[in-house]
């Protein structure tokens, strides 16, 4: 199954959704209205359905198409209209400069409104036409679920005036499952803004080069960047971003809603230089079913991970324990650093801090690497021992490529993003559909689980024109709003830098994922110090993604590869300084 195909995909699971309600609702009125003419037709409901149907669908709604929709003569739906606008349902936007000519929109108080039906009408639906008898179904509503379960967050509501940002709002990202979401939403990001949005996406390695090409031209090409987290003190110290404090009130973003790791990687010296798209730590991903028949625990420490991994572990069947990132490069550094902070090992010497480590003190530079130590030999020979429950072209694996395995069922488990899961969660032709279960990495001796946080934040560049950037900072908003980080979810993507989304019920049902992340977060197993966002990271994860390459090729050992990357990194950092 490739990436986009996820993103054309709608979760037929999320009964409650409101598109299914009002397209329930429409046939509804279409049989009485024209089976024994039971019913005539009601203006003011047909009217309702349509400014929300084409809210959901990001297309305009003019008032003669309104008063088309009402079923009633000409008369009377102008007079259900003026009504709707006098109660405050339907939200005008001037649609020229000259302000004589208007689209319509649903309202919050409609939308509102609609939410409550929606749940209502799903409700009733399952008590008198089926579920009623479902003891968890009844539980769910009659003996409190209604009233622990989160709030259900509702769709994005339309601006009451146009943004206004010259050619339209320029946006660069990476080229990931989330961000193609995004993609495909561009027409109700449109409506919502009221201005074209035109995006650009790239590798992550491409990400970051047109990223830095950028900050050195005289004007910035695009109004919002993505930027990965550990790029945020290289970028925040050569200028790339501005502080937002300085464009923007940081309260509006709810701050007290993201992931707090997500949120704190987004800061460098104390000042915030994005807003959290995604947050996606990186998982084990394990088929439950096969660990049910073999009789094993799903695997919490490396030792335990290395059993699993020997057991399913049989190439001449066509399958291998485990699949990771091991190409050279970026994707290797990565896991290089991830690894060593399995066995409780950071990259630099950050101090010990409740739940971890604390890179608070970076911006100030007193850094070193601390690669070559005896935590760092423990985690360079676990990547050796993975080798060799792992498939033949494991070197040459990196993000996308050690998941297809997985979702093909080639792997029992598999190192993985949570935005990649929709590779096996939306295909059911996968034999990991259904079966997978997630964890934190796997701790080595002495140290705890962790989920290492990966991602994006958008941020504003440097050198956007001042003119741009309060269209910037409100679309910026919006794209990082509850409401479109759900609306991200209801369309594939597995990632969630907030708390009140993963709580939304109808989130929670989309995907296990949710609710063991979010559990994560609680128990504070979500950390971004695997990956501490100093303006060296690049070239350490380089560094480590060259020398320990060699390694896993057997060219030179794990004492050497280590020696070699200390070395080399202090060089890097020296260099800095």
Request: glycine letters at 8%.
């Amino acid at each position: 199954m490739r990436g986009q195909d996820f993103t054309q995909q709608t979760l037929h699971h999320e009964q409650a959704d409101m598109r299914v309600v009002l397209t329930y609702l429409e046939s509804l009125a279409d049989e009485l209205e024209d089976t024994g003419n039971l019913m005539a037709p009601h203006p003011r409901l047909r009217m309702s359905m349509h400014l929300l149907q084409g809210h959901l669908d990001g297309k305009p709604v003019t008032p003669t198409s309104l008063i088309d929709a009402s079923r009633v003569p000409y008369a009377t739906a102008n007079r259900r209209l003026k009504d709707m606008l006098d109660a405050g349902l339907i939200e005008q936007r001037p649609r020229t400069k000259s302000g004589r000519s208007f689209s319509l929109h649903p309202s919050e108080k409609l939308i509102s409104q609609w939410m409550q039906l929606s749940d209502r009408i799903r409700r009733l639906s399952k008590q008198h036409f089926g579920d009623a008898g479902d003891p968890a179904t009844a539980s769910d509503y009659y003996f409190g679920g209604s009233y622990t379960a989160g709030q259900t967050i509702p769709p994005l509501s339309v601006r009451s005036e146009l943004l206004k940002i010259s050619g339209g709002l320029r946006v660069l990202v990476h080229g990931d499952p989330t961000f193609m979401v995004m993609e495909n939403l561009k027409r109700q990001f449109e409506q919502n803004l009221g201005a074209p949005i035109s995006q650009r996406a790239f590798s992550i390695d491409r990400l970051r080069e047109e990223a830095l090409r950028n900050a050195e031209r005289p004007t910035s090409r695009y109004d919002i960047i993505a930027v990965d987290l550990p790029w945020i003190g290289e970028f925040a110290e050569s200028g790339v971003l501005l502080p937002l404090d300085e464009v923007m009130d940081i309260a509006r973003l709810d701050p007290a809603d993201f992931h707090p790791a997500g949120w704190q990687a987004a800061h460098w010296g104390g000042r915030a230089y994005g807003v959290p798209a995604q947050t996606t730590p990186e998982l084990l991903f394990y088929r439950r079913d096969l660990f049910a028949e073999a009789g094993l625990l799903p695997p919490t420490r490396t030792d335990e991970l290395l059993d699993a991994a020997r057991v399913f572990h049989t190439p001449r069947k066509g399958r291998y324990g485990i699949a990771w990132n091991a190409a050279r490069g970026t994707a290797l550094g990565t896991t290089v650093l991830m690894t060593m902070a399995d066995f409780g090992q950071p990259v630099l010497n950050l101090p010990r801090v409740a739940g971890g480590f604390g890179t608070d003190h970076l911006a100030g530079g007193d850094y070193r690497a601390t690669i070559d130590t005896e935590a760092g030999l423990r985690a360079a020979e676990f990547m050796m021992e993975l080798l060799e429950y792992s498939p033949p072209d494991i070197l040459s694996m990196s993000w996308y490529e050690r998941v297809r395995p997985y979702a093909a069922g080639t792997v029992a488990m598999a190192y993985g993003y949570t935005l990649l899961a929709p590779y096996f969660e939306l295909d059911e032709t996968s034999p990991a559909f259904g079966q997978t279960g997630y964890l934190p990495h796997p701790a080595g001796p002495g140290a705890t689980p962790v989920a290492p946080v990966g991602g994006y934040v958008m941020g504003i560049p440097a050198n956007l024109s001042p003119e741009r950037r309060e269209a910037a900072v409100e679309a910026l908003t919006l794209f990082t709003s509850p409401e479109a980080q759900k609306l991200y979810v209801q369309n594939g993507s597995r990632t969630n830098p907030r708390y009140c989304v993963a709580a939304d019920p109808q989130v929670r049902r989309s995907s296990p994922i949710f609710e063991a992340v979010d559990g994560m977060a609680w128990r504070d197993e979500l950390q971004f110090w695997p990956r501490p966002p100093v303006p060296e990271n690049a070239g350490l994860v380089q560094i480590c993604g060259e020398e320990f390459h060699d390694m896993l090729r057997r060219t030179i050992t794990p004492r050497e590869a280590l020696a070699r990357a200390q070395a080399r990194a202090d060089a890097l950092i020296r260099s800095h300084t």
